[in-house]
Nanobody
C-alpha cells in the first residue's frame, strides 16, 4: 500500500482552528477504515477520530476529548480525508497521524485503537499556544 500523506499542521493560539488533510490511494473495494491519531511528547499514541466505510455507508467515532470540537470527513473523490479542529486547546498539541486499514475485520470495531491500523502516515505537528 502507498503510505498516507498528512498536511495542514502548524501553530495556532488557544481557541483557533486548523484543518488537517490526509491523502490516500483510492480503493477499488470501498470497504476500509481511516483514522486520525495523535501523540504528545512522553505519551502514548491515542485515537482522535475514526471512520469505517462500507458500500455507501460511513461510521464515524470520536474520542470524548474532541467531541463537539473536531470533525472528520472524506471528499467525494474518496482520496482525501480531513480533520477539522476547532476550539483548540493547549492539550491538543501533538503530532497528528492518519492511518488506513483495509482489513475491516481488524479495524471496524476498533476505530480509535492504534493497533488496529497498519498503514501510517509520517505525521504533522500541531501546536496550540496560550
Amino acid at each position: 500500500q502507498v503510505q498516507p500523506v498528512e498536511s495542514g499542521g502548524g501553530s495556532v493560539e488557544v481557541g483557533g482552528s486548523l484543518r488537517l488533510s490526509c491523502t490516500v490511494t483510492k480503493d477499488a473495494d470501498g470497504t476500509y477504515c481511516m483514522g486520525w491519531f495523535r501523540q504528545a511528547p512522553g505519551q502514548e499514541r491515542e485515537g482522535v477520530a475514526g471512520m469505517f466505510f462500507r458500500s455507501g455507508s460511513t461510521t464515524i467515532l470520536y474520542a470524548d476529548s474532541v467531541k463537539g470540537r473536531f470533525t472528520t470527513s472524506r471528499d467525494n473523490t474518496k482520496t482525501t480525508m480531513y480533520l477539522q479542529m476547532d476550539s483548540l486547546k493547549p492539550e491538543d498539541t501533538a503530532i497528528y497521524y492518519c492511518a488506513k486499514e483495509r482489513d475491516s475485520a481488524r479495524c471496524r470495531h476498533s476505530l480509535l485503537s492504534p493497533g488496529a491500523f497498519r498503514n501510517w502516515g509520517q505525521g504533522t505537528q500541531v501546536t496550540v499556544s496560550s
